[in-house]
C-alpha cells in the first residue's frame, strides 16, 4: 500500500492550485463584500458530502467572514419540498422562496450533473442571482455551463474533488478576514 500516497497526494498538489484560481477567489471574495454590503446572503446547496461542504461553507462565510450566508441543507425543509415539488426541484424551490437580489448562490456537485442542483442554478439565472459552481469531473458539465463563476477540479475522484472544494471555499473565507491564523470565538 505504500505505493498509494504518494501519488495520492501528487494528485492533490497537480489540482488545487490551477491556473487562473486566484483572480477567481478574489471575484468570489468580491462578490461576497458586496452581498455583505447590500444586506444580501449567500444560499449555499448541494447533495450528499457537497451538503456537507455547503453547511460549513455558509457557518464559516457567516460567523468567520461577516458575510450572511444560509443552507437549504434542513431535513424539514428537503422532505417538504422533495413531497410537494419532487426531489429534483427542492433547491430551485428553496432558491425560489429565499432568493432575492443582492444574493448570489453557491452551489456544490462533484459530477456537476445533479438535477436538483442544475435545476436550482435555471432558476437563479431566471432570476438574476449570480450563480457560483464548485464541481469536478468533466469540463463541460451542466452545472459548470450554467455558472457565472465557476471553481472545476479536473478530476473524477469524488474525495479528492470534494476535499479541493472544502479547502477552496475556505480559503475564500479567509481571504476576506485577510489571515489564515485567527481566533474564532
Not at 486566484?22 to 458530502?49: P, Q, T, V, Y
Not at 457537497?50 to 457567516?62: K, L, N
Not at 458575510?67 to 428553496?94: K, M, P, Q
Request: hydrophobic content about 40%; charged content about 25%.
Amino acid at each position: 500500500m505504500k505505493n498509494f500516497y504518494k501519488p495520492y497526494y501528487d494528485e492533490y498538489f497537480r489540482l488545487i492550485f490551477p491556473e487562473n484560481i486566484e483572480s477567481r477567489f478574489e471575484k468570489f471574495k468580491n462578490i461576497a463584500l458586496d452581498i455583505k454590503n447590500n444586506d444580501g446572503k449567500l444560499m449555499f446547496a448541494g447533495n450528499g458530502a457537497s451538503a456537507s461542504i455547503s453547511e460549513h461553507g455558509a457557518v464559516d462565510f457567516t460567523k468567520q467572514g461577516g458575510v450572511r450566508a444560509v443552507t437549504f441543507n434542513e431535513a424539514n425543509l428537503i422532505t417538504c419540498f422533495s413531497n410537494d415539488f419532487g426531489y429534483d426541484h427542492w433547491v430551485s424551490e428553496a432558491v425560489k422562496f429565499y432568493g432575492k437580489k443582492d444574493d448570489a448562490l453557491v452551489l456544490i456537485s462533484v459530477s456537476g450533473e445533479s438535477p436538483s442542483v442544475i435545476n436550482a442554478a435555471k432558476v437563479a439565472k431566471e432570476l438574476e442571482i449570480p450563480v457560483i459552481t464548485f464541481s469536478g469531473r468533466d469540463s463541460n458539465n451542466s452545472l459548470k455551463s450554467l455558472g457565472d463563476l465557476n471553481f472545476w477540479v479536473d478530476s473524477h475522484a469524488y474525495n479528492i474533488v470534494e476535499c479541493i472544494h472544502m479547502i477552496w471555499v475556505t480559503t475564500v473565507i479567509d481571504a476576506l478576514i485577510g489571515k489564515a491564523v485567527y481566533e474564532v470565538s
